[in-house]
C-alpha cells in the first residue's frame, strides 16, 4: 500500500516536473531574443550559398519539427552573372520549414507567405539558375520544394535565354473580397523573342508543389506574338504546369506559328479559331472537345501531346465536316493565287461551244512564267523535333479548282524525321485516289516515294467546267509511281523517276470536241446546228516513264466509233512545261476538213493547244491551188477519206502498264496510223 502510494506521488511529481520544463522551455523560445541570431544568421547562410543573404529588421522562430520562421525585410542576392540584383527581396516574409529534410541539405518550404516581393528569377541555356540554393547553381537537387505561396503585390522577373524570354509580372490581392480569385496579375515582356502579353486573376494560395492535392483556380488572357489565349479553369502545380485543367479558347493566323511557341509542329494554315478542353497530366497534354474554323473549314476532335519521352509525340484524330480547299493552300506550300488554276478548256455555253472552244485553244501568254507546283522548302529540322502520329477526316471538300474532289482522308505519321502518309484516300470526281505518301528528311535533300491509284473516275465529273465533257460518260483508273529527292514539291517532282499511267475502258464522248481536234468542218457546222451527240468510247490511256522529273509518253490513245487518236510527246516537271502532239484520225468521210496534228505546250500555269501550221497550210495551199482551176476541185483538198482504223484497245489497255522497253512501237504504231 505504502508501495502504491510512493510510486503515485512520484509519477505525479515527475509529470509536474515535465510539465514546469516545457513550460520553461515554451517561455525561453517565446521570449527567446532572435533578433540577437540575425547577424550570425545572416553570415551563415551568406557563406553557404556563396551569396548575400539578410534579414534586415526583426526575426521571430518557432522551433518544431516543421520550424516556421517569421522575417521583417529579407533580402536574398542573385548570383553575379545574373541581370536582376535579387532572387527575393521582400518587406516580410513567413515561410515553414521541414528540419530533418535540411540536416541532409534538402530546402523544403511547406508554406511561405510573402509581403511587397520583388523576384529575380533567371536560368541560363547552360542550366545555371538563381533559385538553386547552391554555390552551384546549375545543381538542381538545390532547388528549393515549394508547397503553397501566398502573396499580396510585387513583381516577378523572369528571364530565359534558351526559351527567348524576358517576362515582368506584376501581382496585386484584392483588398476586398474577390471570391476565389483574389489575386490579380499582368504579364508584359517577351516569349520566344515574340512580344508577350497576359492578364489574368487566380486563388489567393498559389501551388507549387508536386505533392499538392488541392489545384487553385486560375483565369489567362494571353497574347503571343499574332496568337491569342484564353483559359478558365484550375491547376494544380504552378511550377511544372501540372493539373491543369481548363477550357480555353485559341486564336491566331497560323497553326504553324504554335511550334514556335509551345514546339508542337503543325501545318501551315490560314487564320483559325478554336476553343475545346485543355488538361495536363505529369507530362502529357490532352485538348480534347475542340470545335473551331481553320479558314472557312471547320475543325473538331482531340489531340495529345506526350513530353515525356526523348522526342515529344502528337496523337489525336481530327475531322472536318467541311473543308474548303483553298485552306489546304498554305499546308502543301500553294501560293494564294494559285488557289484558282486556269483550264485549258471552258465553254460560257451551249449555243457558243465552238466558238468558246476555239478560243480556249489558242496559245496564253499573260501567265506563261507563273509556277504551279509549290515551291515552300520543307522544314526538316521540325520534321526531326516530334513524332506524331494523327488521323485526317474530311467529309466534305469544297471549292476545289483544279480536282472535283469530295472527300478524304488521311493517317500522318512521323517517327525521327520519316512523314509518312499513309493510307491517303480520296474521293475524285465519283471514284478514289489511294495509296501512299512517304517522305525521308533524314538525308539531304529529303526524298520521297509515293503510289497512288486512281479508280473509277468517272469523265463528266472530271472536268466540270467544261461544257463538252458534261454529257460524256465513262470511268477512269490510273497509277502514279514515283520517287525523287528535294525540300519541295516542285523540287521532288522536277527530281522524279518512275511511270505515270491513265487508263479507260468503254464509255461514250462528245462527237463535236472530236470533230474539233481533228478540224472536221463539216462536222462541226452539223453539230453546231443540231446539237452535240455522244460517240462510243472504246478505249483511252494515257502512260508515260518518269526519268529525273521528265515524262516521256508511251502510249497516248483515244478510241471512238468515229475517230481514232494517237499522240505522243514529253511532260517536263521540272520546268512545267508541255509538249505533246496528238494525230488525229477519222473513221468516216468528211468534207471540208483539214485534219493535222493537235500541239499541246505552254507550262502548266498557262497551257496552250493549237494545230500544226505547216500541216495545215500544206492542206490548206492544195485546196486553192485546185481552187484556181476549178472551184468544185477545192473541196477535194479538204475530203477526208475516213480510213481510220480501230486501236486494239486490249493491248492498249495492256501495253500501258508495260515497261517502256517493251513499247518502242509505239511510234511504227502512229506512223502506220498516219500512213492509212
Known amino acids: 500500500m505504502k508501495n502504491s502510494l510512493f510510486q503515485s506521488t512520484f509519477l505525479r511529481k515527475l509529470f509536474a516536473g515535465l510539465a514546469l520544463l516545457g513550460v520553461l522551455y515554451a517561455l525561453v523560445f517565446y521570449f527567446f531574443p532572435w533578433d540577437a541570431l540575425r547577424r550570425p544568421i545572416n553570415r551563415y547562410v551568406s557563406a553557404q550559398l556563396g551569396r548575400r543573404f539578410e534579414i534586415t529588421r526583426h526575426l521571430v522562430v518557432h522551433l518544431g519539427a516543421t520550424t516556421t520562421v517569421q522575417a521583417d525585410g529579407v533580402e536574398l542576392a542573385n548570383p553575379e552573372w545574373a541581370s536582376e540584383p535579387f532572387l527575393l527581396k521582400a518587406t516580410a516574409a513567413e515561410f515553414d520549414i521541414k528540419v530533418l529534410p535540411l540536416l541532409f541539405g534538402k530546402v523544403e518550404l511547406p508554406r511561405i507567405a510573402l509581403t511587397e516581393p520583388e523576384i529575380g528569377l533567371q536560368i541560363e541555356p547552360d542550366g545555371r539558375r538563381t533559385w538553386a540554393l547552391s554555390r552551384n547553381t546549375s545543381d538542381q537537387s538545390a532547388v528549393p520544394d515549394i508547397g503553397s505561396m501566398v502573396v499580396d503585390q510585387g513583381i516577378v522577373k523572369y528571364l530565359a535565354a534558351a526559351q527567348g524570354a524576358d517576362m515582368t509580372v506584376q501581382f496585386s490581392l484584392a483588398r476586398e473580397s474577390a471570391g476565389e480569385l483574389p489575386l490579380s496579375y499582368k504579364v508584359n515582356g517577351k516569349w520566344r523573342n515574340d512580344p508577350f502579353t497576359a492578364s489574368g486573376r487566380t ?183 516530334m513524332n506524331a502520329d494523327v488521323t485526317y477526316l474530311a467529309a466534305d471538300i469544297r471549292h476545289v479548282q483544279v480536282l472535283p474532289l469530295d472527300k478524304g482522308s488521311v493517317h500522318v505519321k512521323l517517327t525521327s524525321g520519316l512523314l509518312q502518309l499513309e493510307p491517303v484516300s480520296l474521293g475524285v470526281a465519283g471514284g478514289s485516289v489511294a495509296g501512299s505518301i512517304h517522305v525521308d ?74 470533230e474539233l481536234i481533228g478540224l472536221d468542218g463539216a462536222e462541226i457546222i452539223k453539230f453546231w446546228l443540231r446539237g452535240d451527240r455522244n460517240v462510243p468510247l472504246l478505249c483511252a490511256a494515257a502512260a508515260f516513264d518518269v526519268n529525273k522529273g521528265l515524262m516521256t509518253s508511251k502510249t497516248i490513245v483515244l478510241d471512238t466509233t468515229v475517230t481514232v487518236i494517237n499522240g505522243r510527246g514529253t511532260v517536263n516537271l521540272a520546268d512545267e512545261t508541255l509538249d505533246i502532239v496528238l494525230y488525229p484520225a477519222p473513221k468516216d468521210q468528211s468534207i471540208l476538213s483539214l485534219r493535222s496534228p493537235l500541239l499541246i505546250g505552254g507550262t502548266f500555269g498557262s497551257p ?64 502506220a496510223v498516219k500512213k492509212n
Open 203 to 385: 486563388g489567393g494560395v498559389l501551388q507549387l508543389g508536386k505533392n499538392t492535392a488541392a489545384a487553385f483556380p486560375v483565369e489567362v488572357n494571353a497574347v503571343a506574338g499574332k496568337t491569342s489565349m484564353k483559359a478558365k479553369g484550375s491547376v494544380a502545380n504552378l511550377a511544372d504546369f501540372a493539373g491543369i485543367d481548363v477550357t480555353f479558347d485559341l486564336e491566331g493566323r497560323n497553326l504553324e506559328e504554335l511550334y514556335k511557341l509551345v514546339g508542337v509542329v503543325l501545318p501551315s494554315t490560314p487564320p483559325y479559331k478554336l476553343r475545346g478542353k485543355l488538361a495536363k497530366h505529369g507530362k502529357v497534354w490532352d485538348a480534347s472537345q475542340i470545335q473551331g474554323v481553320l479558314g472557312n473549314s471547320d475543325l473538331s476532335g482531340a489531340l495529345s501531346f506526350d513530353q515525356s519521352t526523348a522526342v515529344p509525340l502528337l496523337t489525336g484524330n481530327i475531322q472536318s465536316k467541311r473543308l474548303d480547299f483553298v485552306d489546304l493552300g498554305p499546308m502543301i506550300g500553294l501560293p494564294p493565287s494559285s488557289s484558282s488554276v486556269p483550264k485549258t478548256v471552258r465553254a460560257s455555253s451551249s449555243s457558243g461551244k465552238a466558238s468558246s472552244l476555239k478560243r480556249d485553244l489558242a496559245p496564253r501568254s499573260a501567265a506563261a512564267s507563273r509556277k504551279v507546283l509549290p515551291v515552300a522548302v520543307l522544314d526538316v529540322a521540325r520534321l526531326r523535333a
Open 441 to 514: 528528311s533524314n538525308v539531304v535533300p529529303a526524298a520521297f516515294t509515293t503510289r497512288l491509284d486512281v479508280r473509277g473516275v468517272q469523265l463528266n465529273q472530271l472536268f466540270p467546267g467544261v461544257e463538252t465533257t458534261k454529257t460524256s460518260f465513262g470511268k477512269m483508273s490510273g497509277q502514279f509511281d514515283l520517287k525523287g529527292r528535294g525540300n519541295s514539291v516542285a523540287q521532288m517532282l522536277g527530281s522524279a523517276s518512275g511511270e505515270v499511267a491513265v487508263l479507260m475502258g468503254r464509255g461514250e464522248i462528245s462527237n463535236l470536241l472530236l
Open 608 to 671: 496552250s493547244a493549237g494545230f500544226d501550221k505547216a500541216a495545215l497550210a500544206g492542206r490548206v495551199g492544195i485546196a486553192l491551188a485546185l481552187g484556181a482551176i476549178n472551184p468544185l476541185l477545192a473541196l477535194a483538198a479538204t475530203v477526208d477519206t475516213g480510213q481510220g482504223k480501230d486501236a486494239d484497245c486490249k493491248a492498249v489497255l495492256a501495253q500501258a502498264a508495260k515497261p517502256r522497253t517493251e513499247l518502242s512501237n509505239v511510234g511504227a504504231k502512229m506512223r
